[in-house]
């Protein structure tokens, strides 16, 4: 059933003339053919697990910046797609949570644990590694989130994540909340999210070059922005923030 609902959305996601195949292990699962549907960073996909550059991207810098994941606390903000499964597999210990509507965070709703990075229930000094794919730009305030995940974070611990790159040098903010009211500053975008649907995830900001100034500002010690491997994924991938307690 899984397979055959793969087949369908691969179909769903072909443009004939893009249409690329090559052999090239699968950074998540080590599946060695690559397909690209289309020409967009998340129509590359792995054929077995559904990786994308993005996700491939990360787990290219948690190998490189963090390779004892069996011994490791780790935190990724979501439950599902192939960098969970990826951590599942490798992760000596691996928790992990979802943003949910109107429920507390630290509560469970069918196994899945309520977090608001805002407002993390962890303890301070949790977690060896902490990850990300593309959550802070639909954080509202997200120093207050790189602040918290600094505060869960172990004594030089590491946050490895991404949020979609823009070449402005600085962030532009998109949309704010001021006095517990939602105000746009440029029209409103959205991305999709898995939980609740295509165009539902709004952004709040475009992060731009100065990303890890902001980091640093909450007291990461050490922030490096790894660029991708342009010959990987016809040239698709994600520059992955690398950011140290
Ligand atoms: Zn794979």
Redesign the pocket.
């Known amino acids: 059933m899984k397979t055959f609902h793969r087949i369908r959305i691969a179909i769903s996601m072909l443009n004939p003339p893009a249409f690329r195949i090559k052999a090239q292990p699968?950074?998540?699962?080590?599946?060695p053919i690559l397909v690209k549907f289309d020409d967009n960073e998340h129509m590359v996909r792995?054929?077995?697990?559904?990786?994308n550059p993005i996700n491939m991207s990360v787990i290219a810098a948690i190998k490189a910046h963090a390779p004892n994941l069996e011994s490791s606390m780790v935190y990724e903000l979501s439950f599902k797609g192939?960098l969970f499964e990826y951590l599942n597999k490798n992760t000596g210990q691996l928790s992990y949570s979802e943003y949910l509507d109107n429920v507390e965070p630290g509560e469970y709703i069918d196994g899945i644990q309520c977090q608001n990075v805002e407002h993390l229930t962890f303890p301070d000094d949790s977690f060896d590694l902490c990850t990300s794919v593309d959550v802070f730009e639909h954080v509202a305030d997200d120093v207050r989130g790189f602040s918290e995940i600094l505060r869960v974070l172990k004594p030089k611990g590491l946050f490895i994540f991404t949020v979609p790159m823009h070449e402005n040098p600085e962030t532009v903010e998109r949309a704010t909340i001021q006095n517990g009211k939602l105000r746009y500053l440029l029209p409103p975008e959205y991305h999709d999210d898995p939980l609740r649907g295509a165009n539902s995830a709004l952004v709040f900001r475009d992060y731009g070059r100065d990303v890890s100034q902001r980091l640093k500002a909450q007291g990461f010690s050490t922030v490096d922005l790894v660029p991708h491997d342009q010959s990987a994924w016809w040239g698709f991938g994600r520059s992955v923030v690398v950011a140290a307690k």
């Open positions: 699968c950074e998540a699962c080590n599946n792995c054929i077995r697990c559904g990786a192939p």
